[in-house]
Every structure is written in C-alpha cells, then in structure tokens.
C-alpha cells in the first residue's frame, strides 16, 4: 500500500516498567502495569482503545502465561470485545505487534490501538532459558548441531575484525557507552558504568565476545498506545514510517552485513521522506556489541567497516552524530524480549518530547527504531524499523 493513502498516526502514550530481574512478577503482572502506564501516560479513557496486539515469546515455554496473555492483562480495565492478537517474531515481537497496531490505524481500520509486551524470563534456571531462545534459531539444522546465538556472533565478529580491523576496544567502547547510557535510565537493569579494561577482562563466551559484551536475561514490559492524527494532542511525536523485512532464505551471505535491515531501513527512510542523515538518535538491537557496529553500518549512520570507530570516536555519544541506544539498549536496559521493541518506540517517545531526563539527546527532532529478531541460516530472520518525528 502506498503511504500516500495512509493516515497519519501519533504515539500518544507509552508506558514502561522496570527491566531486570523481577522475583515475584509475572508476564500477566508486568504487562498490566506497562498497560495502566501507558494508558495514564495518553491520558485517555480506557474503553478509547479499539485493537491490541501484544509482544510475548517465551511465556508458555518458561511457565507462564501463552494463551490469553493479551485479554488477561487488559481484564483489570475493563477492556472487553476488542480484537487482541498475540504476535511472536523473536526479538522483534514488539515492534511487530508496534507496527500492527500502526498499520490498524494508518489504514482507517480504528482510531486507538495499543501494542504492548511483556516478558518474564528469569522464573526458570538459566539452562532452560538459553534452550527455549535457541528456539529463534533453525532447531532441527542449527540448534540441534550446537550452533549457538553467542557462537556466531562470535564468528561475525571475527570476520569484522578480519576485514576491517576492528578491534576488541571497539567492541569494549559499545558496552561502555550503551553502560554510561544505562546509568542515566531508571528503569535499566544493568545501572552501573564499566570501563573498556571491566568488559575486556570479562569472561570470554564465544571469542573475540565476553560476558559483557553479550546482553543479558530480562524481566519487563512496554506499552505503546498510537492514535489517529487528529486524536493526537501537540506533544504527541508522530510515526512517519514503519518498515518489517525478512531474510529466513537469505542464507549465508555476507556476514558482516544483514540485509534485511539495509532491506527496512531504505523503505522506512523512503516513506518517511527522510535519510540517514536527518536522524538524532537511533534505538537498535545490540544483542551483542558487534551487532551494534553493525547495525550502526547498515542503517546508513556510517560507511561499511567505520562502525568501531563511530562508537570509539564518540559519535554515537549522547551529544555525537546520532545518539545510538540512548537508553542503555539491550546491553544495559535490558532485554526481555517480547517488550524490547515496546521499549524502543518508548524511549524514542520519551526523546521526541523531551522527556528523557539526564540521558535526553539535545534537540532531538527525528528517532529511528531497529530490531531483529531470530537469526537462521547464516541470516537474521525479522527485522522492524520505525521513525518518529517531533510534531
């Protein structure tokens, strides 16, 4: 569908709770606070909202709740006879379920929808945590063979360094900006800094990478709540592009580029009318540091092999050219899964309205949004791009 028959749409609430690890909650519990906060945040009628979808990928599997998770958290508020869709895309479940509830809007179809997600996957041992993940890989041709989300990563690291000459103190740089980042942000799980001699000295998981340049296991939900234009009140940043792209048979090509997020990020640029260039700060999935170098490549922040030295040379700072994952991002927020997506349009949200306290990016006006989400056959398999604009 053409952007020119779409209607405008806005972010007029976001809600977020605490990332971590969380005794005590449950995907339900989480999702209903992310929800009631966002709903307060928009300032809104619960019975406004027409459509949900909802971001969940390892609830049934780690013992929580799969089925209903989206009805069973909207119950308290009294929210019933509105379709609600479950979304699972791996990583990219949230924006997925984002960008549903984008498009729902965008097209006529109803004037509120909330997206939201929520993960609760500390509850189980750790072992089992890392089986039911492995899951967003090929299980039958990969998982099931040893290969490992950390194992290749490891290897496009390799390669990175192979052809570029990247370095592991570059690759320290991302873990100690995104740390500095997390410190500022009240709701990170990891809220302390660490320094390029911390993530060196850490335990190696799938050499060049160490325990510190891997994100970690989270607890946490985000809501989202988008609006029609003309439901939108001033403040309100609008959503002036949302792209999704797979690869599932892109398999083993280059490894030190994904295509897909070249892929997403050329349609998002093209309907927002906007490039590379006009972007103030950027939310990506830096599961591991190399994928942040990455993915600051891919999204046209810096030529292919220049992405160690953006991060070493600052400029993915707080006050350098693009200001790449300034609430701490999957490294440091943290990353339960399903809600990851959630919370980068919520930080971006946050940014847009000058909200973002200590870590606000100054004068942001333009904020892009960058999952992934699982990764088969030498390729990623989902990737969800988003930009929003200040009004």
């Not at 952007?3 to 709770?17: I, K």
């Not at 509105?82 to 006529?108: D, F, K």
């Not at 750790?126 to 299980?139: N, Q, Y």
């Not at 946490?220 to 002036?240: M, Y």
Request: proline share 5%; with cysteine; net charge negative.
């Amino acid at each position: 569908m053409s952007s020119t028959t779409l209607r405008t749409v806005a972010v007029r609430g976001v809600g977020l709770t605490t990332f971590g690890r969380l005794p005590g909650e449950t995907d339900r519990s989480l999702a209903e606070v992310a929800v009631h906060r966002a709903i307060a945040d928009a300032a809104i009628d619960p019975s406004a909202i027409e459509a949900a979808w909802v971001g969940n990928v390892t609830g049934g599997q780690l013992g929580g709740q799969m089925c209903a998770l989206g009805q069973l958290a909207l119950r308290p508020f009294g929210l019933g006879g509105l379709p609600v869709t479950r979304v699972e895309n791996a990583c990219a479940s949230g924006s997925v379920a984002v960008r549903s509830a984008y498009l729902a809007v965008a097209t006529g179809q109803v004037d509120v929808a909330i997206a939201f997600g929520a993960e609760h996957m500390t509850r189980a041992p750790t072992p089992l945590t890392i089986e039911v993940l492995a899951g967003a890989s090929d299980l039958q041709a990969e998982a099931r063979f040893g290969v490992t989300f950390p194992g290749v990563f490891g290897m496009i690291a390799r390669r990175h360094m192979d052809r570029y000459g990247t370095t592991p103190e570059q690759l320290a740089a991302v873990t100690v900006k995104n740390h500095r980042n997390g410190a500022l942000n009240p709701i990170a799980q990891f809220d302390q800094p660490v320094t390029v001699e911390d993530v060196l000295a850490a335990r190696r998981v799938a050499t060049p990478l160490g325990l510190l340049d891997c994100c970690g296991i989270s607890d946490g939900a985000a809501a989202v709540i988008v609006v029609a234009g003309d439901l939108a009140r001033p403040t309100d940043p609008r959503i002036l592009a949302s792209a999704q792209t797979s690869s599932a048979h892109e398999p083993f090509g280059d490894m030190t580029s994904f295509a897909l997020t070249r892929h997403a990020a050329e349609r998002a640029y093209l309907q927002a009318g906007l490039d590379a260039d006009a972007v103030d700060l950027a939310e990506v999935h830096d599961c591991f540091t190399i994928a942040e170098i990455l993915h600051t490549e891919d999204l046209g922040f810096c030529a292919p092999g220049d992405g160690g030295a953006y991060v070493e040379d600052g400029r993915s700072a707080l006050d350098g050219d693009v200001a790449i994952n300034p609430s701490g991002g999957l490294g440091a927020r943290g990353h339960p899964v399903g809600a990851t997506g959630c919370a980068q349009i919520g930080e971006a949200v946050l940014q847009l309205r000058g909200d973002a306290g200590e870590r606000q990016v100054a004068g942001a006006r333009v904020a892009l949004t960058h999952t992934l989400g699982a990764f088969v056959h030498g390729a990623a398999a989902s990737c969800a791009v988003h930009i929003l604009g200040a009004p």
